[in-house]
């Protein structure tokens, strides 16, 4: 075996950077901060995750056991310390027409076969593929979030219980009004205030879980009447159970299951590496894509069989958690066990918290989250690229993150397309090593954009009988070009003329010489110090 493809294997085989604290030294300064961070994005992921259960239509538990499991594992071993995982909107919007149809435990089985599935990407590599995602298409991507998490908030504004049937959000129920109203929104601005004056006189304490703890205790110590986390549902609950999902094991039930599985993990990939690429930056991190891949898969997996509807990472309380400085595997170890806690012993004490500190904090995320510096660059940027950044946070408010980045990427890849397509042309000249015969030097790649263009370039009628095409400052890039090159070659033929390749790169000629369009087959010269001219074999592709 090659020692190249041995160390392709082994590569494969390394074993992924699982320290607790990477890059970072273990203080108790350290510490304090991580725990501390925990422990506020623990109390934003309870009303989440009740309320993401109501949109999927199973109980509150289900999702806190999701938020619970996810979170923790993916803490454990995936690839981006610092970032923060459990149950999400984007993947209970998909779920609920599975739950009503066909109940909870398919559910499950769906959960676990969508984890298998983001093993198998995480083993095959495929996480490195989100390097294709464009810029624009990441600032629409966070717009879009930053749009979905603050729509999802005003689903809090709702009277307690009239929001339940309806889902979380914009839709049914029937809204606070009146001195109610008027209260919740006073406590919401209180707790952004107190998030955004606290960093000026300390940092001991996250700000986000001193706005918290000020606006609870003036609830409770004053009684008022707003709505609370208890309001929603009830929390307490004991350990996650395993538990076998209670489905046929037969081919009928996983035709059920299959298509809800394939587009639950690539919603969870899609959203888990978008969001690693956002903390990364933050964070001065970089790599881990498939190593987050196989963590979240084995979330998932696990997950489906302790009774959790799955998740995947979650960008407001992964921006809670780094903007209240954790960096480390602690602080999303802490929430996820913070979060046990609450369901096994300090319910009650949890469903006192207000839910409008917890609005203001989600409120915060978003003003933090938006991407603010898009709107005014909309105007110095290409078109293309203004028009993509709309287009994706458009679709993913009114769609889905999976729909918006990939109508995203093929909007960017076709205007890249397009864009290359127009740079194909040739300079002409009189060769100087074979008398009388004319050179076309083309200039820009030779792909399925430009292949019309390509054939369009030549003077059949008027070259004279020897003609040279000169891609020194092109490349052969697919089956179009040689179909380009084919039909060039044929049109010189038929009208008893010659056409020649020269300085054909390595790559464009095992192109050329696998189709077996070479008459002659030897490698060019890489430093073109003596050029080889190609003749060129029609008839592979088929008439034109």
Known sequence: MPKGLLASFANRLAIPDLSLMPKERLTPSRIRIELLS??????????????????????????????????????????????????????????????????????????VLMGILQIVAGAMRWGKFIRLVPHPVMLGFVNGLAIVIFLAQLGQFKVPGSAEATGHGMGGGEWLSGAPLYLMLGLTVLTMAIIWVMPRFSRLVPAPLVGIAVVAALVIGFDLDVPRVGDLASIQGGLPAFHIPLVPLNWETLEIILPY???????????????????????????????????QGIANTVTGFFGGMGGCAMIGQSMINVKSGGRTRVAGIAAALF???????????????????????????????FAWNSLTILRKV????????????????????AVAVVVGVIVSALAYAWNNARRIHAITRDST?????????????LFFGSSDGFIEIFDVEGDPDLVI???????????????????????????????????????CHRLLSKAGHLVIDSDDDPDYALAVDYGVRTGILGDH
């Open 38 to 111: 925990g422990l506020t994005v623990a109390l934003a992921l309870v009303p989440e995750a009740v309320a993401f259960a109501f949109v999927a239509g199973v109980h509150p538990l289900v999702g806190l056991y999701a938020a619970f499991l996810v979170g923790l594992i993916t803490a454990l071993i995936g690839g981006r310390p610092g970032m923060i995982s459990g149950a999400t909107g984007a993947l209970a919007v998909v779920m609920v027409a599975l739950v009503a149809e066909h109940g909870v435990e398919y559910l499950f089985a769906t959960v």
């Open 261 to 295: 599985a394939v587009i639950l993990a690539a919603i969870g990939l899609i959203e888990s590496l978008l969001t690693l690429n956002l903390v990364g930056e933050i964070t001065g991190q970089r790599g881990g894509a498939s190593q987050e891949c196989i963590a």
């Open 339 to 369: 979060l046990l806690v609450f369901i096994l012993f300090a319910a009650p004490l949890i469903e006192l918290i207000p839910l409008a500190a917890l609005v203001g904090v989600m409120f915060m995320v978003v003003i933090g989250t």
């Open 382 to 401: 290409p078109l293309t690229d203004a028009f993509v950044i709309l287009l994706v946070t458009v679709v993913t408010v009114l769609e889905d993150l």
């Open 433 to 445: 090593t074979s008398k009388g015969a004319k050179v076309y030097e083309i200039q820009g790649p």
């Open 469 to 507: 095409a000169d891609f020194a400052q092109s490349r052969v890039v697919d089956q179009s070009a040689l179909q380009a090159i084919e039909a060039v070659a044929g049109k010189y033929e038929a009208a008893g003329k010659q056409l020649q390749l020269r300085h054909l790169s390595r790559d």
